[in-house]
């Protein structure tokens, strides 16, 4: 293509087939999850969940979308229509941008900065810029109230996820998400770090739960106080995005822990294991991997969800302020020495 178009036709050409790729996975990505969810909730609650659309209602999400895309958008009054309309957009571009920085599999990656991982945080932190949007501009107290939550509870664990990956950086040496995969070839960081990984790695899901708004941190939507929340007012496919961004916040939670803890698309390496395992696990596509690893986090994040009662706000913000992060602290402190010391493998 390059030998044919002049540089800049040809970098459009390939910056919108890009683009395409991106909305149809995001499409599909976010259809399966909310099918997914539906059956693994069915299962923890000893029942069925969706199976009469289709085979095992895979088709069920699919409806859902077509309704959704079919219903009234329905005007609020005295809303503020401006940032009301711009709100979900906001809020869905978020997601696009952090999810461009994902490693699928060797090559497989949009985009691969220097600064990855200070470039992932500072781009999903724009997200919640849209939810205090949508819930200002609803002229509504329970969006507003659901708003604010949603802020104070974001904010709060954003300093966590920072610092989890901070202890990851300082193990690397490297904010590349590309170079931190391949320091992973033979150990994963949830082994080489020993106890102050395993640390981060937990208080990152904690915090990456709480990040995407799900159970038992759902104080945002909180049904049975605040009827769904910030997105309250919406209907048709406004209300879908907000909901699409749920499930992909926590595809790009699982996604990102399993790059900076499990290796991403590097194969399972046992030193102690004979050769012909390790043989086996690199015959395994790089793709499956990395899917495999974010499908087993996301499954835990549903598990945690579909089985915890949801906690009070104040029992939210005590577990932030008070416990994780002055053990975060601690913990990239203790990660420092350890690499400071050559202690680690």
């Known amino acids: 293509m390059y030998d044919n178009l002049q540089p800049f036709w040809a970098n459009l050409v390939e910056m919108t087939i890009i683009g395409v790729i991106f909305l149809v996975f995001y499409a599909l990505l976010g259809l399966l999850l909310i099918w997914l969810e539906r059956r693994i909730a069915g299962f923890f609650q000893n029942r069925l969940g969706p199976n009469r659309t289709g085979p095992f209602g895979i088709i069920q999400t699919i409806a859902d979308l077509i309704k959704l895309l079919l219903k009234e958008l329905i005007p609020i009054k005295n ?116 106890i ?14 709480a990040e995407c708004n799900r159970g038992p941190f759902d104080f945002a939507e909180a049904e049975s106080e605040l009827t769904a929340g910030f ?23 699982s996604a990102i822990a399993a790059t900076i803890f499990w290796g991403g698309w590097q194969p399972l390496h046992l030193g102690f294991m ?38 009070r706000i104040d029992q939210l913000l005590n577990l932030e302020w008070k416990y994780l992060l002055p053990i975060n602290l601690f913990n990239v402190l203790l990660m420092a020495f350890l690499v400071l010391m050559g202690w680690v493998l």
Request: proline share 3%; glycine share 8%.
């Open 196 to 209: 102050a990984t395993v640390i981060a790695f937990i208080i990152f899901m904690i915090a990456g739960t």
């Open 274 to 311: 004979p050769d012909g395992f390790n043989h086996f696990m690199a015959l395994i596509p790089p793709i499956i991997w990395f899917f495999g690893k974010a499908g087993v986090v996301m499954f835990i994040m549903m598990w945690v969800k579909w089985t915890f009662p949801r906690l």
């Open 231 to 253: 997105h309250v007012e919406y209907s048709g496919i406004k209300f879908a995005f907000f909901m699409l961004v749920e499930w992909i916040n926590m595809f790009i939670i």
């Open 79 to 194: 809303a503020d229509k401006f940032l009301f309309n711009l709100a979900p957009f906001i809020v869905i571009i978020a997601t696009f941008m952090t999810l461009a920085a994902i490693p699928f599999a060797k090559g497989l990656h949009a985009l691969d900065f220097n600064i990855g991982v200070f470039y992932v945080m500072a781009v999903s932190s724009i997200g919640v810029i849209g939810i205090l949007l949508a819930g200002w501009s609803s002229n509504n107290k329970y969006s507003l109230i659901g708003a604010m939550r949603s802020g104070a509870q974001i904010i709060s664990y954003e300093l966590s996820i920072g610092l989890s990956l901070v202890t990851v950086v300082i193990l690397a040496g490297t904010m590349q998400f590309s170079e931190i995969i391949a320091l992973q070839k033979d150990t994963w960081f949830i082994f080489q770090g020993h």
